[in-house]
């Protein structure tokens, strides 16, 4: 009988990233034509090519299927460096963005978003899978702005930990809700604007509004007070 700290003894063939990719971009597919509801595992394999039971075997369900089918779009993201801090945030923005406009993007996280509200275990998968994984751009972008001496360097883990998930909140919220729930463009401007209010809060001035941000770590001041 085997010990129950044995490590179990590999069988069959080793998994395949080609099958993988392939079954992931036909679970987007299928979400775009058929939605939610009418997607089945046996619909993504035929797409796909494979199998059934190479499904099953790789994902319990359609939860967990769909889950990495939209992570796999999100690891795509990387942060540019472009100099500055300033310019960093604009080109995540902007890339977020160009994502979100792709149909699989936008039709799957729909989807997860609303199927997740009645179900705790497909919205702990998708914080798992989708965002705590993309906290990463978060954490990369300050440590190379304290590199820069842009920003202090944080002693407290627990204090970064929050900054950075706050950070992630104000940019992912407002990117995902200006491009898919109001369907206004994200463009250059609107990522200068967005990107000057959240480095340098209210305080940063209507006038400078259209500055070339890109090309400076951070905003100038506002200007004297207004006379009364």
Do not use: C
């Not at 590999?10 to 939605?35: C, F, N, Q």
């Not at 089945?40 to 994902?59: E, F, I, P, S």
């Not at 204090?159 to 706050?166: F, G, M, Q």
């Amino acid at each position: 009988m085997q010990s129950p700290t044995s490590a179990p003894r590999a069988t069959g063939r080793p998994r395949s990233a080609t099958a993988d990719t392939a079954i992931l971009a036909a679970t987007r597919e299928a979400l775009v034509e058929l939605g939610w509801s009418k997607l089945t595992l046996g619909d993504v394999a035929t797409r796909a090519g494979v199998a059934k039971t190479t499904l099953y075997r790789r994902w319990a369900g359609k939860n967990e299927l769909v889950v990495d089918a939209v992570a796999a779009l999100f690891d795509e993201l990387e942060l540019p460096d472009r100099g500055n801090l300033a310019a960093d945030v604009e080109g995540v923005v902007l890339q977020f963005a160009g994502l979100l406009e792709r149909p699989e993007t936008k039709t799957a996280l729909m989807a997860l978003i609303a199927e997740s509200t009645t179900d705790d275990a497909l919205r702990a998968r998708v914080r798992s899978s989708i965002v705590d994984r993309q906290k990463r751009l978060v954490l990369e972008g300050r440590a190379r702005a304290e590199s820069r001496g842009e920003l202090p360097k944080e002693s407290d883990p627990e204090v970064a930990a929050r900054t950075a998930d706050l950070i992630f909140d104000v940019i992912a919220g407002a990117v995902v809700h200006r491009a898919l729930v109001s369907a206004e463009p994200v463009d250059m401007e609107w990522a200068q604007d967005f990107t000057r209010l959240l480095l340098n809060g209210l305080n940063s001035s209507a006038a400078t509004r259209h500055a070339p941000s890109s090309h400076q770590t951070s905003f100038p001041p506002r200007p004297g007070t207004p006379k009364e």
